[in-house]
């Protein structure tokens, strides 16, 4: 196989897994033309188009998913296998990406990297903050961070925190104007800040449990945000009543700059887990964070 074919594959792979020409030639290190050209030569090679360009998107025809399918794990299979050559150095290296929510990034992963990235100066770690649910195989991450209960089965999971607990809090001066809820059901009446997640597009449904009971309510507001700490502004304003992760509202429950509500309705759950793929093969640098990262009651 001449170089300039495994070249235009290799340009074709990072295109077809962005869905980008701007994204994958930043991943690349080439112009957006240069890449164009590139896929553009490898098609009329083939005589089959691979690619299906709009103004807005780029997508894989049929044909582009075959072929994406066929040489994608061939090349993660090469590239693990450098890395895995690159741990026979005295010292373990690497780049780990990761992508986790802003509250994991904030309360767990950062502690951990704090204490970790100094005494391994050749490895790093790119994390990416997202609120919503990446596929990290898809999206080329190493791994990724998640509630307990919601990482899929055929997935690796290591618990890395504590259970955590829901919190339904606002501000007293709020509670002065209106009744604090008894019930789930009595948030109807009240002004709650709403949070949206980009991956489900719709609102997230707040989650109670009692007496073993599920029951998740749909709660109405002037304000949406897709964003925790927005959703903690508006709270300790006096605007509305916020559901919050405990820990991030339990210095201002003690300071008595917000008032919690609802407590024996939010149990404990089970806290973030990193997870991967079962296949991945671990290298040095990754095991070590992995094991940095356990959580250790």
């Known amino acids: ?9 290799l340009a074709f792979r990072a295109v077809a897994t962005q869905r980008s020409f701007t994204r994958a030639a930043a991943q690349l290190g080439v112009s957006t033309s240069a890449l164009s050209q590139a896929l553009r030569g490898l098609e009329e090679r083939l005589g089959v188009r691979l690619l299906t360009r709009t103004t807005r998107s780029v997508a894989p025809t049929a044909a582009g998913e075959r072929l994406l399918a066929t040489i994608g ?3 993660d299979e090469i590239e693990q296998e450098l890395v895995a050559l690159g741990e026979l150095r005295a010292r373990p290296a690497g780049t780990i990406r990761l992508t986790t929510s802003g509250h994991a990034a904030e309360t767990i992963l ?15 770690v790119e994390l990416n903050v997202n609120a ?5 195989v898809a999206e080329r991450y190493d791994a990724g961070v998640r509630l307990g209960e919601t990482i899929a089965q055929d997935m690796i999971a290591v618990r890395i925190g504590p259970d955590l607990a829901m919190a339904a809090v606002a ?3 709020y509670f002065a104007h209106h009744p604090p809820p008894r ?3 009595d948030l109807a009446a009240h002004n ?10 719709g609102l997230y449904a707040w989650e109670f449990e009692r007496h073993g009971r599920p029951l998740n309510v749909r709660v109405g507001g002037q304000l949406i945000v897709n964003e925790t700490a927005l959703a903690l502004d508006a709270a300790r304003s006096g605007t509305a009543i916020a559901y919050l992760p405990e820990d991030r509202v339990r210095d201002d429950i003690a300071a008595g700059r917000l008032v919690r509500v609802l407590a024996d309705w939010c149990p404990p759950f089970p806290g973030y887990h ?3 793929p079962s296949q991945r093969q671990r290298s040095q640098a990754f095991a070590l964070l992995v094991d940095a990262l356990r959580y250790r009651p």
């Open 1 to 9: 196989m001449q170089r300039q074919t495994i070249n235009d594959l």
């Open 192 to 201: 709650c800040v709403n949070l949206r997640f980009p991956t489900l597009g």
């Open 183 to 185: 019930t789930p059901h």
């Open 73 to 75: 794990p061939r090349f």
């Open 110 to 124: 950062w502690p951990v990297l704090a204490r970790f990235l100094p005494g391994y100066p050749d490895i790093a």
């Open 274 to 276: 990193l997870y991967y």
């Open 132 to 136: 919503g649910f990446v596929d990290i």
């Open 171 to 173: 501000a007293p001066d």
